[in-house]
């Protein structure tokens, strides 16, 4: 699709969000399989150029040859360092085949948990200049999980066509479809968690225009269970219209002048590198009039229809606005309008009121079951009907609901927004660094110093301490110049944490995506009983 990256690059999984798996941004921790993956799909993603054509990328793919590191991790979850295969195969006159290939896994990890799949395949026929594809792949199995939760795909099926343009984006189609998606929690069955979704299936197209593009999605499910209930045929279709073709080029050819900039970031860095362009692409956006357009959001519930549809755009912006937050949510203007039977909310009742029913048992709670989710059903009709939020037209429960100016409103009644929660209190140890005005901050990169207990005295006795120390960050990341500006009770530890503190290494600051150096002032503060050692500095 159009400003996405190319099938071959969706193959090879490429996503900002994978990158840096030493990222020093708090996140939990990849298992070894996802870990092994993200470090090969990383190198291939940049074993690509995006300005060749598609044979040409897939033939540097097929080339690549991973570092040792990633070799390490591909070997121990794989038993071999070429999971992934991309190789060309025999085809149609004028025509060029390439598949690529992801190995079968079964691996056991730590605490039980397991990793299994059969060998997942996608074909890419394209024409001699690689300006055209279709692409076809399918994954018949798909596990993962721990014996308290395990979740399973089957039947997975991609299949699209995509072409390039003049301007060098991708436009076209695809389809993904899943059998069955299964949620289950082996050790308690039946306990609410398990989760099944039967025949899912996820189309996009893009729609070209001469200076503009439209994205359509659209989701299909035939049946989602859950919790001894069911949904049946949910559909989701949207669409985000009207997006600047020039605007999306231009984000894309700077993310190719970058490349090499962008190697070593993290995905928090890569980000911040882009912002610039990223704010091109909200200017024209607000100049093109920009729009995500819900045509239907409705999913039926024991026969009866709910439905969602709506339009959710920006009236009145300007360029400044993409610089304030608060200014810009004022310019947003949306409208949905919201149908939902009152035999919905009926049965919901009734089951609420079953399940009341069987926990409480019938001395806690005279009222039969019926009369009691009859009850629930028409104080929660009463409110909103009586309330002013909604009204009744053929059986169903409408409000027509609108954001505007910054209020919410329902069926034309304001409804109060919750305010904002108060900013935290400030930490009794903190980081404070000059950093200049659209910067990103310094971080640290972990494990590239440990700082030191704090001293056996403080420990042994539980008694508080305070300290402060300064050091600069240079442009490769480097500490330099650390120095004591609050001594502590003990010279000791504070000529220890001088020490440690000048062996940390970090990503470098940026200011419009170049790196800069940075003055940092830490300091540390105990109270008793804290913990044993000084909570890193970011």
């Not at 995509?162 to 695809?174: E, V």
């Not at 082996?186 to 609410?192: E, K, Q």
């Not at 610039?276 to 026969?303: H, N």
């Amino acid at each position: 699709m159009a400003g996405l990256p190319s099938p071959p690059a969706v193959a090879a999984g490429q996503a900002p969000a994978a990158n840096d798996a030493a990222s020093p941004v708090a996140r939990p921790a990849p298992g070894p399989v996802a870990d092994a993956l993200q470090s090969a799909l990383r190198e291939l993603q940049l074993a690509q150029d995006a300005r060749q054509p598609l044979h040409v990328q897939l033939d540097s793919m097929a080339a690549v040859r991973y570092t040792p590191e990633t070799a390490a991790k591909l070997r121990a979850v794989f038993g071999n360092e070429r999971p992934i295969v991309v190789e060309r195969q025999p085809a149609k006159p004028g025509r060029l085949l390439y598949r690529v290939r992801l190995q079968p896994l079964h691996y056991s990890g730590k605490d039980d948990a397991r990793v299994d799949w059969d060998e997942a395949l996608l074909d890419l026929d394209m024409d001699q200049a690689g300006k055209a594809v279709d692409f076809s792949g399918h994954w018949n199995t798909l596990a993962g999980g721990d014996p308290a939760f395990r979740l399973s795909a089957e039947n997975i099926s991609l299949s699209g066509r995509q072409q390039r343009s003049r301007d060098k984006l991708w436009f076209g189609n695809g389809q993904l479809r899943v059998g069955r998606l299964r949620g289950e929690t082996p050790r308690t069955p039946n306990a609410g968690a398990d989760l099944t979704i039967d025949d899912w299936r996820m189309d996009w197209r893009t729609v070209e225009h001469p200076k503009t593009f439209d994205m359509q999605f659209q989701q299909r499910m035939a049946s989602i269970a859950a919790a001894g209930e069911q949904v049946e045929d949910l559909h989701v279709d949207m669409r985000i219209v009207n997006i600047d073709r020039a605007s999306m080029v231009a984000l894309q050819a700077a993310g190719e002048r970058q490349r090499q900039q962008l190697k070593g970031m993290t995905s928090e860095q890569q980000l911040a590198a882009m912002k610039p362009m990223f704010q091109t692409l909200g200017k024209a956006a607000i100049l093109r009039g920009s729009a995500l357009e819900i045509d239907e959001i409705s999913a039926r519930y024991r026969g009866n229809k709910a439905s969602i549809r709506g339009r959710v755009g920006l009236q009145g912006a300007v360029e400044a606005d993409l610089r304030n937050v608060t200014a810009l949510v004022k310019k947003i203007v949306a409208r949905f309008e919201i149908r939902v039977p009152v035999a919905i909310v009926r049965d919901i009742a009734g089951v609420v009121a079953e399940r009341q029913a069987r926990q409480q048992g019938a001395a806690a709670n005279p009222m039969p079951p019926a009369q009691m989710g009859q009850t629930i059903a028409d104080v929660i009709v009463g409110k909103l009907v009586g309330g002013g939020y909604a009204r009744i037209e053929n059986d169903e429960l409408v409000s027509t609901v609108e954001f505007r100016n910054g209020r919410l409103t329902a069926n034309g009644k304001e409804v109060t927004l919750p305010k904002p929660a108060p900013a935290p209190a400030a930490p009794a140890s903190g980081q404070r660094s000059n950093l200049p005005p659209n910067a990103l901050q310094a971080r640290r990169i972990e494990d590239s110093c440990r700082l030191p207990d704090f001293p056996d005295e403080v420990i042994a006795q539980d008694l508080p301490l305070h300290a402060g120390f300064a050091w600069r960050v240079d442009e490769t990341g480097k500490v330099a110049n650390v120095r004591v500006t609050a001594a502590s009770r003990f010279p000791a530890w504070d000529r220890t944490m001088l020490d440690v503190l000048g062996q940390c290494r970090y990503i470098p600051a940026l200011q419009d995506g170049k790196p800069i150096g940075l003055q940092v002032d830490w300091s540390v503060t105990r109270s008793p009983g804290g913990p044993r050692s000084p909570v890193p500095a970011p």
